[in-house]
Structures are given as structure tokens and as C-alpha cells.
């Protein structure tokens, strides 16, 4: 069921008070102009409330009417800039029925009138998130504080989240600017111009709302140098009626050829805004009367979409046979439109009287995405373009990388930073699109990471070109890539774009992963041949010692050869010594055991000489050779009076019995196996899918063992395993050694 648009008026009309209310905040002609715009909203919006959202959004406003009618810490009336950015928003936009819900509940919402529960309920959870939006954007302190960089760089990631939230704000700036023309606070109306002037009218161009973003421009200079403004809209005014004359005499034999050839079309002709007039004479350093294209005139032709590019290039061949065209002057946005979704072709053709007078072609649809921007782009495309998200894209990089200096922020905004894009062809012809000043490189991640990652260069139009070749229009890219290219640190000075960017550093990143990998297989190598085995936590102590702040650093470095693992492992056992204590055990804690006791249970690491424990005996396992229960052995006595146990095949026991035959004692093992041990185990076999799955599986499985560490080596098919494992005694180890040598796949396996 569908509301008359005089209830619907009627809805719309919360501002007109009652005699007996309070509205001596607001004067008697602002309450008319209320009562005008609700009005001129309900006619804007037939179509796009229905009857329940209508009588829902009446009950809201009617619930928060008394505050309405209230003026913010500047004098503007609240009421009447709500109802000034809806109008605007329908009237210049479209009129969306979530935004304009969303503009006029905010203040609402703002002043806790209204809660976002009962916001949803009424108007829906896609206003709610346009109201959050708003409210991010407003936690930044006002505009007089947006030329902190701080504040810019979060208004402008809140903007970013939603592009409706751009949108609104865009709207919202223009009706401001129109309502501080006579503002007492001149300081206060020059801070909103600059924001409106490098803020909000960037945007505007960036979302291809070209006629907000005039006004923008206009109205802030107008503020912020009145004199000048007068002048050129004084000097427009006194030549006006010839400049009208001019444009009707251009424009009538064109609309008599362009009828003859059978086209439906509309010719209008335009004035360029007065700071796009004061840009040129500051540019060209002139003055106005040395500005000769002063207008534009604009053919719009009324056809079908398959027929566009036919009849706006029919067009334009009729007008260059009737003018002289500039061919460097040229714009073709119909072949290739702007990334905002414009599209126009610009001719500038010497009419009567030796002038120059710029000609745009265009369409109904093209135009109507011109006036309107990206929001009408969308209502014929039916989704968001990629072009959007590509802009949002850019500007949260420039956010990432922007200096300390707003301007210089600003300056980041401005259209010349990513309207003016390149577009170059690959050799079998497809276009890409990139951003001004794109290199080869750039060109090369565009088409495929892997191909930017081992790109050496390029040929371009027959010509050799470096990596750090920029890119121009028209240009035919051939990308030169080679198996041994790879990125480098400097590549991120030579990219442009963020995609390249983005990727490179996911490279080098990769990369180091890598070279650390191959400095823990390294480091590993040589511990292993020095019977030493690695701590984590201590070897981490000894890599922050070395200064670095992580392990992927370290090992890093040492796979390039930049550390010497030997000066490492000798700073390893230097810590080691100081931090670890001695491993002993003393005799105390076990009962002495005799020939009739050998079937007791008994602790394992009893340390037995000439047959006999001793009571306050001190000893510790040697880490060369690191014997188990079971193993033949001998002690050593060290100087601190420490007795060391190695086993009697160990690597360093023939040289200890040369040079130190005084010290050595005959010791055995006493009482029964209980304590883990480690022990290191060498697998060689073929380097099958699963062999280490089935060996680690059949570890798990075996009772009192644990695996305790496991490097795997493999080359040309051949795999090597090198395995700790903690076991009991020499027995549970030979019946493990005889299970692993069943796994398919393992050809060798031994204690090392």
C-alpha cells in the first residue's frame, strides 16, 4: 500500500511549531524554510518510503521534536542543516531512502534522543551502520581541529569504512558552506573552508560528484579571498550577454548537422566555476581576459547503451568537419573511462572568430553518472565498482605512509595524485589501468605476482627498458623475467603501487623465512657433530646477546655466512656453563644393594665403584656420548672432583685414557632402570610420503620413551633422520632400533 505525498508531507513536518511551544531559538523564516524543505523532501522521496516507514520515521521525529528546534555551539539550527543535507543529498545524488533516514536521525542519535535500538526497529540495521559511521567520523573533535594530522588521518579511515559515509559527508559540507556566507566568526569559516576546499571537494572529484565539487571549490574561495572571488564574478557577469550570444551562434549550425544526420540530442553550454577560472590565471599567470576557454558546450545525445561509442564518435566527426579539432587536446573517457566511472569525450575544435572552444559528447546515462556521480554509476552497473575499492585502497595506503605535515596529506588527496593514470597493453593486447608514475615493475605484478617476482625488465615498443622504466600511455609492455631474479629491498623504491608494493614485501618475507630454515638445518648439522644439544631458551639468551631481536634474524644471517657458527656454539656453552647446574646425584638418596638385592626394585642411576655404592658420590652423564642403563662405561674424574660417565665406545674415550690414565675409575651400573634418558639415533632409507609419520607413530606407541627431538635431512630421494629420543636402558632402545628397520622405506638405523 502506497501513502499520498500529502501524508507523506505531513510525516515530514516535525519543525513547524505550534504557537504555544518554545521556538525563540529559531526565527520565523527559518521555520518557513523548514516547512518549505519537508515539503520539497516528501516530493523528492515518493517512491522510496512505504506507508509503515513513513508513519515509524513520523513517530520518531514527532517524539523528538522539541529538540529540534535548537541552534549548535555556532548558531546553526539543527533542524534546518538536517533538512538542508537531505534535500541536497536527494536533489544532487539520489534519493536513497536508508541515507536520507540515516541524515535525518543522526542528530537525533547524536543528542541521545534516540538509541540505535529503537533506530533499528523503525528504520533498519543498514541505517544503524551509516548512523555509526557519522559518529566515528564526529569523535575527531570538530572541524575546527581537522588540520591536525592525527585527526585527519582517523576522520579519514572512519570515511573509508563505508563510502556512504563519504557521501553524506560531502553533502553535508556543501549545505554548511552555503549557510555561513554571513557568519560572524570569520576565523571559524576559513578553518571549514579549507577543510571543504582540500577535504571534501577532493573526495567529491574522487566519487565523481563534479558539480558539489565546484561549489565546494567556489564557495571556499569565495571565503577565504572575497576580493578575487568578486572580481572574476564581476568580470563573468560584464561578459556575459556576449559570451551567450557567442555560444548560440556556435551552437546552432551544430544542432543543424547533428540533426540532419538523424541523432536525438540536447546542447547546452556552460561557464567553468571561478576557481577553476583563478587555478588558470595562477597557472598561466594572466589575466582573465587572456583566459579564452571560459565555457565548455556539451552535446548530450538520447541512445540506447549499445550504441553509444557509435553516436558520440558520429557526433564528433560532424563537428570536426565543420571546425578545425586540437588533436593534442583530445580526452577519450568513452573508450577508457575514468576510475570514478566518468565517461565523456572532450574536443577542442577554433570556432568563429579564432576561438578555441572545448566540445564534450556524451550520453544521457554518461551524464547523468557525471552529475551524479558514482551513486548513479552503480544504479545502472546493479554493484560497486572495482574502481571504488581500488580508491579506497589507495587512500588507506597513503594513510599508512603520510608524513607528519596535514598539507602534505592533503596534497595526497588532490585529484593529480590518482587521476592522471597510465594505461599501457600487454603484447596480446589487454589493457591495464595503473596509477600515474607506474613502472615496469608495477606493470609486472599487475599482470601476476609471479611474473613481477622474477621480472629483469622489459621491452617496450621495441626498446630494452629496466625495471625502473615508468610506464606511459599507449604503451606495449613485453615483461623480460628470468629464473633467478628475485626481489630485493630496493624494489620497494621502485614500485609504485600498492599492489606491487604489498607483494614484494610478502616476498622478502618469505624469503627470509626461508634462509632461516636453512641456518636451523645448519646450526643443527654442527651441533649434532659435537654431540651438543640445543636448549630453546638458552639458545634464545644467547641470540639476544648477539643483538638480535629474533630468531628468524639469526638464522637468517647465518645461512648467508654473516655468523660464524662455531663463535655461536662457543657462546652457547659459555652461557650453558653459568646457568645450568650440574646434573648429580648422590648416593644418599638410594639404599645400598648387595648380591641378594639385585631383583629389588631400585632407582636407576646409582653409581657403583668396585662393585660398591658410595654415599656422597657426585656424578654426571657426559653429553658426548650420552650413555644409558645398560651401556658399558667408565668414569672420569674431573678437576672440580665431578666423576663424568662415558660409555666405553665413546669418541672421546681413547684420547681421555692417553692423557689422563690416573683418572679414570672402573664404574657399572647399579640397581634397575626407571630414569629417561636421552639417546640420539641415526635413520637413513628413501624419502617416502608417510616414513616419518610411521616412525614418530611407532615411538608414541612404545611405552616409557618419548621423542624428543627429530631433524630431517633429505637429498636427491635420500632421507636421513636424526632422532633423541629419552629411554629407560640399552634394552628398550635395541628392541626400538629393531622396529624402526620395519618401516617401508628405512634402510639403516643406529645409535650414534
Known amino acids: 500500500m502506497q501513502i499520498s505525498s500529502s501524508d507523506k508531507a505531513s510525516a515530514c513536518e516535525p519543525t513547524v511549531a505550534r504557537p504555544d511551544e518554545d521556538v525563540q531559538s529559531l526565527t520565523y523564516g527559518e521555520l518557513r524554510e523548514l516547512s518549505i524543505l519537508s515539503g520539497s523532501l516528501c516530493s523528492m522521496t515518493t517512491d522510496r518510503f512505504t506507508a509503515e516507514e513513513v508513519q515509524s520515521l513520523k513517530n520518531l521525529l514527532r517524539t523528538a521534536r522539541p529538540h529540534t528546534l535548537v541552534r549548535d555551539s555556532h548558531g546553526l539550527p539543527y533542524s534546518l542543516m538536517t533538512l538542508r543535507t537531505a534535500c541536497l543529498f536527494a536533489e544532487a545524488v539520489e534519493p536513497d531512502r536508508n541515507i536520507l533516514a540515516a541524515i535525518l536521525l543522526f542528530p537525533l542519535s547524536r543528542a541521545g534522543i534516540l538509541d540505535m535500538p529503537s533506530i533499528e526497529k523503525s528504520a533498519g540495521p543498514d541505517v544503524v551502520v551509516l548512523i555509526n559511521g557519522l559518529h566515528k567520523v ?448 648422590s648416593a644418599e638418596e638410594y639404599r645400598l644393594t648387595d648380591d641378594n638385592s639385585a631383583g629389588k626394585e631400585a632407582p636407576a642411576e646409582i653409581l657403583a665403584v668396585g662393585g660398591k655404592t658410595i654415599k656422597g658420590l657426585k656424578y654426571k652423564l657426559s653429553k658426548c656420548c650420552s650413555p644409558i642403563f645398560g651401556d658399558k662405561v667408565f668414569g672420569f674424574i674431573s678437576s672440580d672432583g665431578l666423576i663424568k660417565v662415558h660409555s666405553t665406545d665413546c669418541p672421546n674415550a681413547p684420547n681421555i685414557r692417553l692423557r689422563y690414565p690416573y683418572r679414570i675409575i672402573p664404574v657399572e651400573w647399579s640397581g634397575a632402570p626407571g630414569k629417561l634418558m636421552p639417546v640420539s639415533v641415526k635413520v637413513v632409507g628413501h624419502d617416502d610420503i608417510g616414513i616419518v609419520t610411521n616412525i614418530t607413530s611407532i615411538i608414541s606407541k612404545e611405552p616409557d620413551m618419548s621423542l624428543r627431538s627429530i631433524s630431517i635431512d633429505s637429498h636427491d630421494g635420500v632421507f636421513q633422520g636424526y632422532l633423541t629420543i629419552n629411554l629407560t636402558d640399552t634394552d628398550r632402545l635395541s628392541s626400538l632400533l629393531r622396529k624402526l628397520k620395519t618401516v617401508k622405506g628405512v634402510k639403516e638405523v643406529s645409535r650414534m
Open 138 to 585: 564526529m569523535r575527531f573533535g570538530g572541524r575546527t581541529g581537522i588540520a591536525n594530522t592525527d585527526n585527519l588521518r582517523g576522520l579519514l579511515l572512519s570515511l573509508a569504512d563505508d563510502i556512504r559515509v563519504i557521501i553524506i559527508m560531502i553533502v553535508h559540507s556543501v549545505a554548511l558552506m552555503r549557510s555561513i556566507n554571513l557568519h560572524p566568526d570569520e576565523q571559524w569559516v576559513r578553518n571549514v573552508s579549507f577543510e571543504a576546499d582540500c577535504l571534501y571537494a577532493q573526495l567529491a572529484h574522487r566519487l565523481g560528484l563534479y558539480k558539489l565539487k565546484s561549489e565546494l571549490e567556489d564557495l571556499s574561495l569565495k571565503y577565504t579571498n572575497r576580493e578575487i572571488y568578486k572580481q572574476i564574478a564581476n568580470k563573468l557577469n560584464e561578459t556575459k550577454r556576449a559570451r551567450d550570444a557567442y555560444i548560440t551562434a556556435f551552437i546552432e549550425p551544430v544542432k543543424e548537422k547533428l540533426t540532419a544526420a538523424g541523432l536525438r540530442f540536447s546542447i547546452k553550454g556552460r561557464t567553468k566555476s571561478i576557481s577553476s577560472i583563478w587555478a588558470k590565471i595562477r597557472k598561466q599567470k594572466v589575466d582573465l581576459q587572456h583566459i579564452y576557454d571560459l565555457f565548455a558546450i556539451r552535446v548530450i545525445i538520447d541512445t540506447p547503451r549499445e550504441r553509444e561509442k557509435r553516436d558520440c564518435w558520429l557526433a564528433y566527426s560532424i563537428l570536426a568537419d565543420m571546425y578545425t579539432a586540437n588533436p593534442a587536446r583530445m580526452k577519450d573517457w568513452i573508450t577508457i573511462p575514468k576510475s570514478n566511472g566518468y565517461e565523456s569525450l572532450h574536443a577542442t575544435v577554433m570556432g568563429p572568430g579564432q576561438k578555441w572552444v572545448e566540445v564534450q559528447f556524451r550520453t544521457k546515462r554518461m551524464d547523468l553518472v557525471a552529475e551524479k556521480g558514482l551513486a548513479a554509476h552503480w544504479r545502472y552497473k546493479g554493484v560497486k565498482g572495482d574502481s571504488t575499492d581500488q580508491w579506497m585502497n589507495n587512500v588507506r595506503d597513503i594513510l599508512e605512509t603520510a608524513g607528519s605535515a596535514p598539507m602534505q596529506m592533503m596534497r595526497s588527496l588532490r585529484p593529480d595524485a590518482f587521476t592522471k593514470e597510465v594505461f599501457a597493453f600487454t603484447p596480446k593486447g589487454d589493457l591495464l589501468r595503473l596509477q600515474n608514475g607506474a613502472t615496469v615493475l608495477d606493470f609486472a605484478f599487475a599482470i601476476h605476482t609471479n611474473v613481477g617476482c622474477r621480472c629483469s625488465g622489459a621491452i617496450i615498443d621495441g626498446v630494452h627498458r629496466r625495471i625502473n622504466h615508468k610506464i606511459a600511455n599507449g604503451d606495449t609492455v613485453e615483461i623480460i623475467t628470468s629464473p633467478t631474479q628475485k626481489p630485493g629491498r630496493d624494489w620497494l623504491s621502485i614500485a609504485v603501487t600498492s599492489k606491487a608494493r604489498n607483494k614484494i614485501r610478502q616476498s622478502l618475507n618469505e624469503e627470509k623465512a626461508h634462509k632461516a630454515d636453512l641456518g636451523k638445518e645448519l646450526l643443527a648439522r654442527r651441533c649434532k657433530n659435537r654431540k651438543l644439544e640445543l636448549d630453546d631458551a638458552e639458545m634464545m639468551r644467547v641470540i639476544k646477546k648477539m643483538g638480535y631481536k629474533s630468531a628468524n634474524d639469526f638464522f637468517s644471517d647465518l645461512a648467508d655466512d654473516e655468523i660464524d657458527p662455531a663463535r655461536f656454539i662457543a657462546l652457547y656453552e659459555q652461557t650453558l656453563a653459568k646457568t645450568q647446574e650440574a646434573v648429580h646425584v
